[in-house]
């Protein structure tokens, strides 16, 4: 395969021993021989027109006489730069390996290429539970008429509650079974609950809490009396007092709290 280009590495050529063993000249000679070997129909091959290059051509193609020419390429052959097949045709190995690798690359590219893409595997579906069929009012009450204990109010109110929230459990889960939604409902329903009762304890007062001190009943004479002494000996003004009482109940309070010497005669 002809390339317009051919791979050239500095480094090796300059640390080639075999090549640098080489004269000037013959190494020059074997730069313009890679360039003919790249332009050959097989890659990497010293052929001219499809067949051996002779002396002579290449001493007329480098621009030398063929005894210097044939010179050259025996001390380029004898320090091993290039090699000879069965045909006795010049050959680089570096670039029949290079041009082999080349070729390897290319037939697997076809390969992968001309393969029939694999079908996409599928992902396993989920079993998805078959939706329920939601019951009518008339076939809800017709089967909790079937379940012992049931009231047909209770039933009512469960078959509301389910039609109001999308017949979900718990408002996130569909229902599957309407009839044992309905059995659920039948054992969870007051009428039905077999459970006792828990009765409120009643609230035991703490021995610290203080007692809540009783209204002021100021319409009773008696009451407004008894207030009347205590202001009077804890020295105490009446003037709020006789506000708060009506007057009626006052007069007669205060005449009772003077004739007992309980109250001085002016407030």
């Known amino acids: ?155 009512e109110k469960a078959f509301d509650y389910y039609e109001a929230n999308g017949w979900k459990v718990g408002g996130r889960t569909a229902v599957v079974d309407w009839k044992a939604c309905a059995r659920n409902c039948a054992r969870r329903s007051d009428s039905n609950d077999i459970r006792p009762k828990i009765q409120a304890k009643p609230v035991q007062k703490s021995s610290c809490d203080s007692p809540r001190p009783s209204p002021i009943d100021y319409n009773s004479v008696d009451v407004v009396v008894g207030l009347i002494g205590t202001a009077v000996r804890e020295r105490l003004s009446l003037a709020m007092l006789q506000a708060s009482t009506p007057k009626a109940v006052w007069e007669r309070a205060f005449q009772m709290a003077n004739a007992n010497k309980e109250a001085v005669c002016q407030p």
């Open 1 to 155: 395969m002809k390339l317009p280009w051919i791979k050239f590495f500095p480094s090796d050529w300059l640390s080639d021993e075999s090549l640098r063993s080489c004269s000037i000249g013959a190494r020059g000679l074997w730069m313009d021989l890679l360039a003919m070997m790249a332009k050959s129909n097989t890659h990497g091959f010293l052929l001219i027109g499809g067949s051996p290059a002779s002396v002579e051509q290449i001493a007329r193609i480098i621009g030398e006489d063929s005894q210097t020419t044939r010179t050259l390429l025996e001390e380029l052959e004898s320090n091993g730069v290039f090699s000879r097949d069965e045909k006795n045709v010049v050959f680089s190995r570096r670039m029949r390996r290079d041009e082999a690798t080349r070729e390897s690359d290319r037939e697997r590219q076809i390969r992968h290429r001309s393969k029939t893409p694999e079908p996409k595997k599928e992902c396993p579906k989920r079993d998805i539970a078959p939706k329920s069929k939601k019951p009518t009012r008339e076939e809800w009450i017709e089967y909790a008429n079937t379940i012992k204990g049931w009231n047909a109010g209770d039933a």
